[in-house]
């Protein structure tokens, strides 16, 4: 591995963790306007702070970074399904998104050390 590997590795990595944060807020929005104490917004909630807790862990390399990134993309996954349940293929899209840029991202970044 040179220095170079190590270093593409650590970019993705925070790209990731960047990418983390802004679904980690979105989540925490969306669970606020959602309303109180309705499952919808602790469930929006509870995934916002997988993915900042992800998003916190791979900005530098901790060993729970990869499955705190794997479990919130099982959230996003879950709900892709809840938003195709209730009819709305568009945020269903979005919810995927992170996990298509999450599984990719890491890859990389494991492939390159």
Known sequence: M????????AILRRT???ISWVYALWSFMLGGMAGAGSLAA????????LLG??????WKPRRAAIPAT???????IFFV???????NSQAACTDGGYVVVAIALLYKSRAQT
């Open 70 to 76: 794997l479990l919130a993309a099982a959230g996003s």
């Open 53 to 58: 807790a992800a998003g916190t862990l791979l």
């Open 42 to 49: 602790k469930l929006l909630i509870a995934h916002g702070a």
């Open 16 to 18: 990731l963790s960047a």
């Open 81 to 87: 399904f809840y938003d195709l349940g209730l009819g």
């Open 2 to 9: 040179t220095f170079d590997d190590g270093r593409n590795a």
